[in-house]
């Protein structure tokens, strides 16, 4: 698959995989700066153009855990039809943070069905049933 980019500032760095095999590609911030509510915010200088039927879902990276941040959306969600800057916005839980040059998430390109609802009287029934958190066990 072939996705357009677009560098909006002259220190982005194109997407790439670390290792062969990897599911996501790792993003790197280019300017930081703090919102009006206090959250940190990372700039990729990077706009690019999700195909149609797809998704970009952006996910923290493993190394998050050497930081005192934390996704605040959990997982960012970019629709096919967003041209802007792609960008990760943290809660600041403490001092130990990435700075300008770090890989600050990762990006999977997903293919998403047109879903159409039916709205029923009824569903069928399951083993599950209507069991919701901690239904399952342990």
């Given amino acids: 698959m072939r996705i357009r980019i677009k ?6 760095v194109v997407p790439r995989y670390a290792h062969f095999g990897d599911a996501a590609v790792d993003l790197v911030a280019v300017r930081t700066w703090e919102d ?9 200088g990077l706009a690019m153009e ?16 050497k930081t005192s941040l934390r996704l605040a959306n959990a997982v960012g969600v970019i629709d096919s039809g967003y041209r ?24 999977i390109l997903v293919p998403i069905p047109s879903i159409q609802f039916l709205e029923v009287n009824n569903l069928p029934d399951t083993d599950r049933g209507g069991g919701g958190f901690g239904s399952s066990g342990n």
């Fill in 84 to 107: 802007g800057e792609v960008m990760l916005k943290f809660d600041k839980l403490g001092d130990q943070m990435y700075k300008v040059g770090d890989r600050v998430g990762q990006l």
């Fill in 7 to 12: 560098k909006l500032h002259p220190e982005a």
């Fill in 36 to 44: 009006d509510k206090g959250m940190f915010c990372y700039g990729t």
């Fill in 50 to 65: 999700i195909p149609e039927n797809h998704v970009g879902l952006l996910f923290p990276r493993s190394s998050i855990a």
